[in-house]
């Protein structure tokens, strides 16, 4: 047999007659054996890739000492203990702090073997199963990723397990241009003072490979001055994993290991690819199902939101409201005679008249305000961080706009349309999408119901005795 094949046996005493005949009984047993006195043991160690370790020790010497030393360079490699009967009584400490099994002197040569091959069968069979129990860890962690259906869950998840697999004690994923801060919950392991320093320093480094669509490393311990925080914190190394949109580049995980922590395992990048393709194959399912998403809320005709999109996005600008304080305005249109257009003219031409009306609209606000097409020639505009000052204002100049503008010139049919707007404001008319819709096309009505062609401000008092309902979508 080939001595490349054979399992590596240590042996460790400072007793060359028992090394002699441990060697010949290991020697005909297909072991390949090297020894090591007690003084020599952190040497060898480092030198010689052991399967295993026998431990001789002389009476009444402490076990703990030498497998402390065992144990710290090669945790996983498993020590037989070779005592003598009379110390049998430190056995069990021994078993606990480490040892796989006990040799008591004198030694039969086939207990010898048989504990041997017992004990690493035992190692293989632990290995096989924690590699095992690795794959499955990182199936689960691929699946669940790939069932994330938003961009956000798609970032979280993969972030997560990519800290499970790699044990990197700070983590974050940076959206590509690499200009702007990640969110709160994209960080771990840094206060926000330190992320802000750490991505100085990294981000122009990782802005080369901007193109780069594999996972690669980037070394911190270096003598110069580029990564000086990262360096003074201990850091060495930065892994680079990008989150792929078939073959461009969406963004980046960064991985970042401390000194102390060792260097990652060889298959760490093979790992770390694995579950790149399955974020990059979860990103675009998410990106589908956004889209999709996004039709379900677009009307057909004019390209604005629809009115499934109004409560949601009030909702929202009401959670935002109130974290930062702002108000935000809600203001519900009607035009004016609009049915004598489809009298006059036709539905195709009131339909050519929606779909102008609908830009002239969105020329008129801000490109971050919310324009939704409520239904027929409704429309609802949210108006972002305004005040009930400002909203009038925006509502009043509109409504000029529209007087002054002939509408469908083009076509030649040439249609001047008025119409009416109602105003409410959060959180100084009410707190809630249903009261806020209420009250501003109650505020509308007014407007329809007197001259038309008016701005009308909410009144909370319509509020009452109501109870309101908003149809569902």
């Not at 052991?50 to 030393?69: F, G, N």
């Not at 073997?113 to 860890?137: C, F, G, P, V, W």
């Not at 039709?295 to 057909?300: G, I, T």
């Not at 509408?407 to 001047?416: D, F, G, K, N």
Request: net charge negative.
């Amino acid at each position: 047999m080939s001595t490349s094949g054979k399992k590596k046996v240590l042996f460790v005493g400072n007793d060359q007659f028992l090394y002699d005949w441990y060697a010949n009984v290991l020697n005909e047993g297909s072991y390949l054996v090297e020894s090591a006195t007690l003084s020599e043991l952190e040497a060898h160690l480092a030198r010689f890739a052991a399967d295993l370790v026998l431990l001789d020790l002389p009476p009444k010497e402490d076990p703990i000492r030498y497998l402390k030393q065992i144990l710290l360079v090669l945790p996983t490699v498993p020590v037989v203990l070779s005592i003598e009967m009379e110390d049998s009584n430190c056995a069990s400490e021994a078993l606990r702090f480490g040892a796989a099994d006990l040799l008591i002197k004198p030694v039969e040569p086939q207990l010898l073997m048989m504990i041997l091959h017992r004990t690493l069968e035992k190692a293989r069979l632990l290995k096989e199963n924690k590699e095992l129990q690795s794959y499955i860890d990182l199936y689960n962690g691929c699946q669940r990723i790939t069932t994330q259906l938003e961009a956000e869950g798609v970032r979280t998840a993969t972030l997560a397990v990519l800290v499970s697999v790699t044990g990197a004690q700070v983590a974050f994923y940076l959206d590509c241009p690499y200009t702007t801060m990640p969110k709160a919950e994209e960080i771990l392991g840094l206060e926000s003072g330190e992320s802000r320093r750490f991505l100085d320093e990294l981000i122009p480094s990782i802005d080369q490979y901007r193109t780069e669509v594999e996972a690669y490393t980037i070394t911190l311990n270096r003598s110069d001055s580029e990564f000086k925080n990262l360096r003074e914190k201990g850091y060495a190394e930065a892994l680079i994993v990008p989150l792929r949109n078939h073959e461009s580049v969406v963004g980046v995980f960064v991985l970042i290991r401390h000194k102390h922590d060792g260097p990652w395992p060889e298959r760490v990048m093979e790992t770390v690819q694995f579950i790149a393709q399955h974020a990059a194959l979860a990103w675009g399912n998410a990106t589908l199902y956004a889209s999709a998403k996004n039709l379900s809320f677009e009307d057909s005709l004019t390209g604005l939101y629809n009115a499934r999109y109004l409560q949601l996005a009030i909702e929202r600008e009401i959670a935002l409201s109130k974290e930062s304080s702002e108000p935000f305005a809600v203001l519900f249109l009607d035009f004016d005679y609009f049915r004598r257009v489809n009298d006059l003219y036709g539905h195709q031409v009131g339909s050519q008249l929606l779909v102008e009306v609908a830009r002239v609209i969105r020329s008129c606000v801000r490109d971050h305000d919310i324009v939704v097409r409520y239904g027929g020639d409704e429309f609802t505009i949210i108006l972002k961080g305004t005040t009930l000052a400002t909203a009038e204002q925006i509502a009043e100049r509109m409504r000029t706009v529209f007087a002054g503008h002939v509408c469908l010139s083009r076509e030649r049919v040439q249609i001047v349309i008025t119409l009416c707007i109602g105003i409410s404001v959060y959180p100084i008319h009410a707190r809630s999408a249903e009261e806020l819709i209420f009250l501003a096309d109650r505020a509308m009505y007014k407007g329809k119901n007197s001259t038309r062609n008016q701005v009308n401000i909410a009144d909370p008092r319509d509020l009452i005795g109501q109870k309101i309902i908003l149809p569902e979508y």
